[in-house]
């Protein structure tokens, strides 16, 4: 992913991420919403591929809508949180070191998830 996906302002410090991680304990917020920039994967094979690499079930995963793979593409998504995930996130933000393809940026807390129709 070079180009202008390089060129974005991304949160890849993991520093930071890493203290959420630690504060989703506290917080208890119901959703993790990101921003995933992907080349060569649509929305769906894209998706399936993280929850299998992070170890969790793909209905935790929802998006507004779905992205071709032949474009190099940004999309919001939501990963329901459950009792553990805090090993799952920090996993998440290292995740374009091990699937070179994908990278997640823009993390944040949600009380919802995204829906088909509904974006952002």
Partial sequence: LGGWVANTVWSWDLQPWLELVLFTKTLNPRYLKFVLAKAGYDTISAVDRISKWLGLDRWLF??????????????????????????????LVQIS???P????GNLEFSEEALEPGRHG
């Fill in 97 to 99: 070191r091990y699937l």
């Fill in 62 to 91: 929802s998006q507004a809508g779905i992205k071709d793979k032949s474009a190099v593409t940004t999309q919001q998504i939501t990963l329901k949180i459950q009792e553990g995930s805090d090993r799952a996130i920090s996993k």
């Fill in 101 to 104: 393809r994908l990278k997640i």
